[in-house]
T-cell receptor
Framework: DGGITQSPKYLFRKEGQNVTLSCEQN?????MYWYRQDPGQGLRLIYY???????QKGDIAEGYSVSREKKESFPLTVTSAQKNPTAFYLC????????????FGPGTRLLVL | AQSVAQPEDQVNVAEGNPLTVKCTYS??????LFWYVQYPNRGLQFLLK??????LVKGSYGFEAEFNKSQTSFHLKKPSALVSDSALYFC??????????????FGTGTQLKVEL
């Protein structure tokens, strides 16, 4: 987990509400990722960013939005359009080279009230 | 498209016995393969990776993995299991993204339970 922080650890969302999950890294990594983890489904990619001010949709981007204004930060917003947001959300980062390892933050568990 | 299969949802092993967690992959080109471990309500921890070179890769906490190109497998192994090894294990393969860059495609995970 070292070097990547996610907050909060638990987050509760009311119906119709947008919520933002924080991800910060001090590893000077170029690429950052957001994954969603559901039981028995492994991890699925939501969004990724290779450099500042650029990001791309992953496999399940609908109902989510991101920004990458700083190299260290890659916040994820879960919008009201995401009808099934309850999951464990993991942020990861990776140095620039393709063969380099992705490192993960500790995760945020999002629950719906 | 790249894919990873972990055929066992759960593996049970007695402490002190060897353990194997299976992974097979499908990828075009040369595979970059990874193993991660996840403890409850925690993020994923990197164990080891295969990029090129020796087929036997050694990683953290005494784990190793054997890359077999002909069988398209990358099984995780440990000679002597510990109760503390009980966790969820994920195999992953690098996938090239159409917009450039790369991502990891994960298997569905294998729950390892080591019993006394």
């Amino acid at each position: 987990d070292g070097g990547i922080t996610q907050s909060p650890k638990y987050l509760f969302r009311k119906e119709g509400q947008n919520v933002t999950l924080s991800c910060e890294q001090n590893l000077n990594h170029d690429a950052m990722y957001w994954y969603r983890q559901d039981p028995g489904q492994g991890l699925r990619l939501i969004y990724y960013s290779q450099i500042v001010n650029d990001f791309q949709k992953g496999d399940i981007a609908e109902g989510y939005s991101v920004s990458r204004e700083k190299k260290e930060s890659f916040p994820l917003t879960v919008t009201s359009a995401q009808k099934n947001p309850t999951a464990f959300y993991l942020c990861a980062s990776r140095p620039g080279l393709a063969r380099e390892t992705q490192y993960f933050g500790p995760g945020t568990r999002l629950l719906v009230l | 498209a790249q894919s990873v299969a972990q055929p066992e949802d759960q593996v049970n092993v007695a402490e002190g016995n060897p353990l194997t967690v299976k992974c097979t992959y499908s990828v075009s080109g040369n595979p970059y393969l990874f193993w991660y471990v996840q403890y409850p309500n925690r993020g994923l921890q990197f164990l080891l990776k295969y990029i090129t070179g020796d087929n036997l890769v050694k990683g953290s906490y005494g784990f190793e993995a054997e890359f077999n190109k002909s069988q398209t497998s990358f099984h995780l192994k440990k000679p002597s299991a510990l109760v503390s090894d009980s966790a969820l294990y994920f195999c992953a393969v690098r996938a090239i993204l159409t917009g450039g860059g790369n991502k990891l495609t994960f298997g569905t995970g294998t729950q390892l339970k080591v019993e006394l």
